[in-house]
């Protein structure tokens, strides 16, 4: 984690427009729970304004590569619970798309939209 740190304190950019391989990406594909934290304590506007061609937002795109772990962590974070990607489906649907039912009533407590 020292490494992703000195990288951020360099100012090097977590995101990449369009880029799937941008460090964010990469790291809730890969289920990287120490880069997923620093970068939502460091670079949360970064995170929240990234988006995938598919219109995944960083906390959309944790649902769709199923790293549910940071669906949680970012909601709790304070990341937009009511976005929506491209195809209007929000990241409540998303959750229960794949059977997050515990993970569905949790957004719904921190406010989710049950509506979008």
């Known amino acids: 984690m020292a490494v992703i740190r000195y990288l951020l304190s360099k100012l090097l950019p977590i995101y990449y427009p369009k880029e799937i391989n941008s460090p964010i990406w990469y790291s809730l594909?890969?289920?990287?729970?120490g880069?997923?934290?620093i970068f939502g304590q460091f670079c949360k506007t970064e995170m929240e304004n990234a988006l995938t061609s598919e219109g995944y937002n960083a906390i959309i795109y944790a649902a769709v590569v199923k790293n549910f772990e940071?669906?949680?962590y970012l909601s709790i974070a304070g990341f937009n619970i009511n976005s929506c990607d491209?195809?209007?489906r929000s990241l409540?649907?998303?959750c229960l798309m794949h059977e997050q039912y515990f993970l569905?009533?949790?957004?719904?407590?921190?406010?989710?939209?049950?509506n979008l």
């Open 29 to 33: 594909r890969s289920f990287c729970k």
């Open 35 to 37: 880069a997923i934290e």
């Open 70 to 72: 940071a669906v949680n």
């Open 86 to 88: 491209y195809d209007g």
């Open 92 to 94: 409540l649907l998303h």
């Open 104 to 114: 569905a009533d949790r957004l719904i407590e921190r406010g989710a939209n049950i």
